[in-house]
Structures are given as C-alpha cells and as structure tokens.
Nanobody, 122 residues
C-alpha cells in the first residue's frame, strides 16, 4: 500500500515562496509518475505539475509555469514542489499523487496524500 505524506504548506505573503514535500512509501517502484494537484474552494481539483521518476518527462500547468518547479529525489522517494512568486490565486489545498501513467488527469493517479494547505495573502 502506497502512502503519501505532504508537508511544507503554510501562510505566505504574495510574492513569497514555499517548498512542498511529498514523502512516498510502500511499493513506489510500481508507480512511475508523481504529481501535484491543487483544489481551491468551489473549484475542481486541477493538475499543477507532474514528473516521471526517470526525470525525463515534466509537465506544468500554464498558470504556474515559470514560477513552480517539480523535482524528485529517488533515494528518498520524495517529490518536491518549489513555489516562487506566489499569488493569492495559488491559495488551495495541495495534494501529492502517484500513478502509473504520465498524465494531467487525476483519474490516472491511484494514491493521494492528505493534502497540505497553502494560503497566499495579498
């Protein structure tokens, strides 16, 4: 059973930075893709970024491209989301997910973390 635990969320002022971490355990070798999603109040869960464990495939949502960076540490079974130049519209619960196919659709991800709140004040 794969378990994902996010950390690093918090309150930050607009223009600030946060680094989210997602620690994975339990059979992660069978999952070749790790991704970050977010869900704001009243909105559907949306893809933020995804990376293959090989590191050769990365995708970002247009809204975060150039500001966010996804990366992974295979030795630690951990993925990160470095978030810079944060905006109030980035406020959401951020979720880590693991899947077997590289995709932006949440349907491709079988395991999810509990989420970590990111709040950006103006």
């Amino acid at each position: 059973q794969v378990q994902l635990v996010e950390s690093g969320g918090g309150l930050v002022q607009a223009g600030g930075s946060l680094r989210l971490s997602c620690a994975a355990s339990g059979g992660t070798l069978s999952y070749n893709v790790m991704a970050w999603f977010r869900q704001a109040p009243g909105k559907e869960r949306e893809s933020v970024a995804a990376v293959s464990w090989s590191g050769i495939r990365i995708i970002y949502a247009a809204s975060v491209k150039g500001r966010f960076t996804i990366s992974g540490d295979n030795a630690k079974n951990t993925v990160y989301l470095q978030m810079n130049s944060l905006k109030p519209e980035d406020t959401a619960v951020y979720y880590c997910a693991a899947g077997t196919a590289f995709d932006t659709s949440p349907l491709q991800y079988h395991y999810w973390g509990q989420g970590t709140q990111v709040t950006v004040s103006s």
